[in-house]
């Protein structure tokens, strides 16, 4: 069964810094990776997908690694800006549905 | 519409109650999703449908959570004799391609939020 770990499941940065979140995956036979962003009570809004094949995906000041064999994968974020703050979530296919990780709650302060 | 919608946002339940909750997708798409996320969780898969067929219910915790989509566009959950662990962010999903949601992205509505008392 696929599990999903995130790591760290809290940070809180200033305005500016540069900053790395983890994924975790347990089975390594993925098509893709997704990072989603959760803000307090709305649903999720995906952010990058990370092809297999892939090892890296970047959109703006996002940048998403996939590395498959050690299962694990990191969502850089640069020059963080309060409105970054939210809960980014990344999950990995399973079937026809999402095995979603528990999530890092990211708090950028001004 | 442009998105998918789902209703109420809030609902507070008494323990013991049934609830039904709504899902709107987006117009077309054949694929839908429930999926509960407790606080402080990820979202985890409740149940899928392709068009009115509900393709997968491995998902759903029990008895007491029924799911359909009878004409394969609008969905409903519906929670019987509501308990305090069903207390969570209901999220539904949808995706244009059938069978393909989670190669292919999916569109997520903003959720409702179940509190039971």
């Known amino acids: 069964k696929q599990e999903v770990t995130q790591i760290p499941a809290a940070l809180s940065v200033p305005e500016g810094e540069n900053l790395v979140l983890n994924c975790s995956f347990t089975?390594?036979?993925?098509?893709?990776l997704q990072w989603f962003r959760q803000d307090p009570g709305k649903g999720l809004t995906s952010l990058l997908l990370i092809q297999s094949s892939q090892r890296e995906q970047t959109s703006g000041r996002l940048n998403a690694s996939l590395d498959k064999s050690s299962g694990r994968s990191t969502l850089y974020i640069a020059a963080s800006q309060p409105g970054d703050s939210a809960t980014y979530l990344c999950?990995?296919?399973?079937?026809?549905?999402?095995?979603f990780g528990p999530g890092t709650r990211l708090s950028v302060l001004p | 519409g442009a998105g998918v919608s789902q209703s109420p946002r809030y609902k507070v339940a008494k323990r013991g109650q049934d609830v039904a909750l709504r899902c709107d997708p987006i117009?077309?798409?054949?694929?839908l999703f429930w999926y509960q996320q407790a606080l402080g969780q990820g979202p985890e898969f409740l149940t899928y449908f392709q068009n009115e067929a509900q393709l997968d219910k491995s998902g759903l915790p029990s008895d007491r959570f029924f799911a359909e989509r009878p004409e394969g566009s609008v969905s409903t959950l519906k929670i019987q004799r509501t308990q305090q662990e069903d207390s969570a962010v209901y999220l539904c999903?949808?995706?244009?391609?059938?069978?393909?949601?989670?190669?292919?992205?999916?569109?997520f509505g903003s959720g409702t939020r179940l509190t039971v008392v």
């Open positions: 089975d390594s036979a993925i098509y893709n």
């Open positions: 999903a949808s995706s244009l391609p059938p069978g393909g949601g989670a190669n292919y992205g999916y569109t």
């Open positions: 117009s077309g798409h054949v694929s």
């Open positions: 999950a990995v296919p399973y079937g026809q549905n999402f095995v």
